[in-house]
């Protein structure tokens, strides 16, 4: 059974930097489509990236582009969320998604089956 973990959320002050990871048992990671999605507090989650599974094409919502990047790496099972520039409006709960899927991916809640747990990002001063 597929099992995602994240892990790497914490407190970070303005301009800072993040890597979040998305850890998977149960399954390898590179035949998914991963998405990470966030949800701040009093608001519903939104999507921010996904990449589809064997290396295809990321998606990059407008709001977080040019500051959040995907990435994996296969060797370890784990899908990688780099953030920097943070803000405090990215303070929120982070989100990995998973979708038995190669064809390409979607930025979606519906489009995928297996979630993580969550971890915290916390950006202040």
């Known amino acids: 059974q597929l099992r995602l973990v994240e892990s790497g959320g914490g407190l970070v002050q303005p301009g800072g930097s993040l890597r979040l990871s998305c850890v998977g048992s149960?399954?390898?990671?590179?035949?998914?489509?991963i998405g990470w999605f966030r949800q701040a507090p009093g608001k519903e989650r939104e999507g921010l990236l996904c990449?589809?599974?064997?290396?295809?094409?990321?998606l990059t919502v407008d709001s977080v582009k040019g500051r959040f990047t995907v990435s994996r790496d296969n060797a370890k099972n784990t899908v990688y969320l780099q953030m920097s520039s943070l803000e405090p409006a990215d303070t929120a709960d982070y989100y990995c998604a998973a979708r038995h899927s190669v064809d390409g991916c979607a930025i979606s809640q519906s489009y995928y089956h297996h979630w993580g747990q969550g971890t915290q990002v916390t950006v202040s001063s």
């Open positions: 990449i589809s599974g064997r290396d295809g094409p990321t």
């Open positions: 149960g399954f390898t990671l590179d035949y998914l489509t």
